[in-house]
């Protein structure tokens, strides 16, 4: 499971004056247990309507543009409605964890653990993006359900996505990539999730398939909390962000000299991702990350193997792709404007990668534990 980065004041989300935050203002009630990881978090979610997490209605019924009703429900912040069960992903500082919610008869869902004592980043970042992603809705957006801090573990209810993310289906199945259908599909999903993000005032910073998680019904989703921030914070200088993250093989060159971003380092990002699908891993990903920052910079950008891989890729593939990595960010198309590209005519609906692609698959925990023993 994985970042989701906030705040860019440019391009679609742009406009003179403050930016307009997503869920500013947004309640969260204080953990005074003695924990100082717990204290220092500061952070139980108000719920989302209905469940036990209680917070202010009025913030979050707050209508965000391109929002959809979401029938999901909103789980709970009491530990004790949750039993967890295997483990389907990890990470440097967490473990994700299929579990069920007891409320609604054991319905299966997501928990991800993280140890904020091993957690690289200020923990303040972690706690405004999770209350923020707690609002979003949208269908390829992954949404924050539950939220609780027990010792020095956060955990994070989400939707169990359960066919893993595109990394994961691609190192079981289909190591060499997919075929250009497949991709357009995908993507489609994944654009339509960022120009969400992207009209309503967020980044995401991390776009890469490691965080495009899939549902067993073919629902693409946007995830992966890792690396988030609002839009108005120190460090911001006229609208574009400064710092340094994201994954180095997925980074935008602006990202990568600290000029300023905005939305357009994630169209990089997005392209770089497109390419990924193409081959089963990133352009210069066998490098060492100075040698990748090195050549994000001085040499061309990376484009597409029409020809010499596994499959075959089309001109306007190939075009599609040449106009996300240009290494001028004014000249990427916005989010909005790649959604009308003809790349995405020959994109098919969910049911064709439940029957190309999902059908066949072992079941994510037994993925997962494959992994790990490969690992250890």
């Given at each position: 499971m994985g970042g989701l980065a906030l705040g860019d004041r440019g391009g679609s989300a742009g406009g003179s004056g403050s930016p307009r935050l997503l869920g500013s203002g947004a309640p969260a009630s204080v953990d005074k247990s003695p924990s100082s990881s717990s204290a220092a978090l500061g952070l139980r979610l108000g719920g989302g309507g209905g469940g036990n997490s209680g917070g202010s209605s009025s913030e979050h019924q707050q209508r965000h543009i391109g929002s959809v009703p979401d029938d999901w429900p909103m789980y709970s912040s009491q530990p004790d409605d949750y039993v967890i069960g295997p483990s389907i992903g990890f990470g440097a500082s967490s473990t994700v964890y299929q579990a069920s919610f007891r409320p609604l008869n054991g319905r299966a869902c997501a928990v991800k653990v993280i140890d904020l004592e091993a957690f690289g980043r200020d923990t303040d970042e972690l706690r405004r993006e999770t209350q923020l992603m707690s609002l979003s809705k949208?269908?390829?957006?992954?949404?924050?359900?539950?939220?609780?801090?027990?010792?020095?573990?956060?955990?994070?209810?989400?939707?169990?996505?359960?066919?893993?993310?595109?990394?994961?289906?691609?190192?079981?199945?289909?190591?060499?990539?997919?075929?250009?259908?497949?991709?357009?599909?995908?993507?489609?999903?994944?654009?339509?999730?960022?120009?969400?993000?992207?009209?309503?005032?967020?980044?995401?910073?991390?776009?890469?398939?490691a965080n495009m998680l899939v549902d067993d019904d073919g629902t693409v989703l946007l995830g992966d909390f890792g690396v988030g921030k609002e839009n108005i914070d120190e460090g911001w200088a006229e609208g574009k962000r400064k710092s340094f993250v994201g994954t180095p093989c997925w980074m935008a060159p602006e990202v990568v000299e600290r000029k300023g971003y905005g939305t357009k380092a994630d169209i990089w990002s997005f392209g770089i991702t497109a390419l990924e699908l193409t081959q089963g891993r990133a352009p210069y990903s066998r490098l060492p990350p100075v040698k990748v920052l090195m050549k994000t910079l001085q040499e061309d950008p990376p484009t597409l193997d029409r020809t010499g891989g596994a499959h075959k890729y089309s001109k306007v593939f190939d075009d599609f792709a040449r106009l996300c990595l240009q290494k001028d960010p004014t000249k990427r198309p916005s989010a909005e404007k790649l959604l009308q590209h003809g790349f995405f005519r020959q994109a098919k609906n969910k049911k064709h990668l439940v029957s190309t692609v999902l059908a066949g698959l072992p079941p994510l925990a037994e993925r997962q534990e494959r992994r790990r023993a490969m690992s250890i």
């Amino acid at each position: 499971m994985g970042g989701l980065a906030l705040g860019d004041r440019g391009g679609s989300a742009g406009g003179s004056g403050s930016p307009r935050l997503l869920g500013s203002g947004a309640p969260a009630s204080v953990d005074k247990s003695p924990s100082s990881s717990s204290a220092a978090l500061g952070l139980r979610l108000g719920g989302g309507g209905g469940g036990n997490s209680g917070g202010s209605s009025s913030e979050h019924q707050q209508r965000h543009i391109g929002s959809v009703p979401d029938d999901w429900p909103m789980y709970s912040s009491q530990p004790d409605d949750y039993v967890i069960g295997p483990s389907i992903g990890f990470g440097a500082s967490s473990t994700v964890y299929q579990a069920s919610f007891r409320p609604l008869n054991g319905r299966a869902c997501a928990v991800k653990v993280i140890d904020l004592e091993a957690f690289g980043r200020d923990t303040d970042e972690l706690r405004r993006e999770t209350q923020l992603m707690s609002l979003s809705k949208h269908p390829n957006v992954l949404r924050v359900r539950g939220c609780w801090v027990e010792g020095s573990k956060l955990h994070i209810a989400t939707r169990l996505m359960s066919s893993g993310s595109m990394l994961d289906i691609m190192r079981f199945g289909w190591s060499d990539g997919f075929d250009e259908i497949v991709i357009a599909t995908v993507l489609r999903q994944a654009l339509e999730g960022l120009n969400y993000l992207h009209i309503n005032g967020w980044l995401h910073r991390d776009l890469k398939a490691a965080n495009m998680l899939v549902d067993d019904d073919g629902t693409v989703l946007l995830g992966d909390f890792g690396v988030g921030k609002e839009n108005i914070d120190e460090g911001w200088a006229e609208g574009k962000r400064k710092s340094f993250v994201g994954t180095p093989c997925w980074m935008a060159p602006e990202v990568v000299e600290r000029k300023g971003y905005g939305t357009k380092a994630d169209i990089w990002s997005f392209g770089i991702t497109a390419l990924e699908l193409t081959q089963g891993r990133a352009p210069y990903s066998r490098l060492p990350p100075v040698k990748v920052l090195m050549k994000t910079l001085q040499e061309d950008p990376p484009t597409l193997d029409r020809t010499g891989g596994a499959h075959k890729y089309s001109k306007v593939f190939d075009d599609f792709a040449r106009l996300c990595l240009q290494k001028d960010p004014t000249k990427r198309p916005s989010a909005e404007k790649l959604l009308q590209h003809g790349f995405f005519r020959q994109a098919k609906n969910k049911k064709h990668l439940v029957s190309t692609v999902l059908a066949g698959l072992p079941p994510l925990a037994e993925r997962q534990e494959r992994r790990r023993a490969m690992s250890i």
